[in-house]
């Protein structure tokens, strides 16, 4: 089965940098386009970055651009967000998104997520 499985959360100062990775099974990672969402409480999840199938595109959303990288290691079938320049308003659950292709179509897949908190 598909398996999603985020790590590298905790807690950071404002300012500080983490790395998230999630680690993929139980699809074929090199077909699939990967995201990262996040949700605060109170709040909607949200879209925090994408990454295509080979890795040569990536998008972001405007308030983590030049903060946030999205990047992957297809031989690991790993995908990372790297995340500079902490603000509190960063502070969420993480979660990794694949877009799994299959006869019907895509099917979203889901991590467990993993906790991000920038507190002083």
């Known amino acids: 089965q598909v398996q999603l499985v985020e790590s590298g959360g905790g807690l950071v100062q404002p300012g500080g940098s983490l790395r998230l990775s999630c680690a993929a099974s139980?699809?074929?990672?090199?077909?699939?386009?990967m995201n990262w969402y996040r949700q605060a409480p109170g709040k909607e999840r949200e879209l925090v970055a994408t990454i295509s199938s080979d890795g040569r595109r990536t998008n972001y959303v405007d308030s983590e651009k030049g903060r946030f990288t999205i990047s992957r290691d297809n031989a690991k079938n790993t995908v990372y967000l790297q995340m500079n320049s902490l603000k509190p308003e960063d502070t969420a659950v993480y979660y990794c998104n694949a877009e799994v292709r299959n006869f019907f179509g895509i099917q979203y897949y889901w991590g467990q997520g993993t906790q991000v908190t920038v507190s002083s």
């Open positions: 139980g699809f074929t990672f090199s077909s699939a386009a």
